[in-house]
Nanobody
Framework: QEQLVESGGGLVQPGGSLRLSCAAS????????MGWYRQTPGKQRELVAR???????KYVDSVKGRFTISRDNAKNTVYLQMNSLKPEDTAVYYC???????????????WGQGTQVTVSS
């Protein structure tokens, strides 16, 4: 079972950038697809970006062209580079491994504490 620790969130002005990191402990990080989710109060957690073990990426339309997910298997870490941030990107961001199928993934591990991203002037 991987343990996940997210970091890198903060307060940023609209149009700004942040880079989130997610460090995973355990020995199986490199074989899992990984994803970044976000959640706002009263809403379900949303998978916004994912990357396969081989580096293929996919994004939801609302972040496409602005967010970039990447991974460093040697460091057991997955990143989310967020550019051109908007107030609607404000959320708690979580990472997780992805089980299930490509078309129907589910979170594979216990959730970490997440990292708060606030986009506001």
């Amino acid at each position: 079972q991987e343990q996940l620790v997210e970091s890198g969130g903060g307060l940023v002005q609209p149009g700004g950038s942040l880079r989130l990191s997610c460090a995973a402990s355990g020995s199986r990080f490199s074989v899992y697809a990984m994803g970044w989710y976000r959640q706002t109060p009263g809403k379900q957690r949303e998978l916004v970006a994912r990357i396969t073990s081989g580096g293929i990426t996919k994004y939801v339309d609302s972040v496409k062209g602005r967010f970039t997910i990447s991974r460093d298997n040697a460091k057991n870490t997955v990143y989310l580079q967020m550019n051109s941030l908007k107030p609607e990107d404000t959320a708690v961001y979580y990472c997780n491994g992805l089980g299930g199928t490509y078309s129907d993934p589910y979170p594979a591990f216990s959730w970490g504490q997440g990292t708060q991203v606030t986009v506001s002037s």
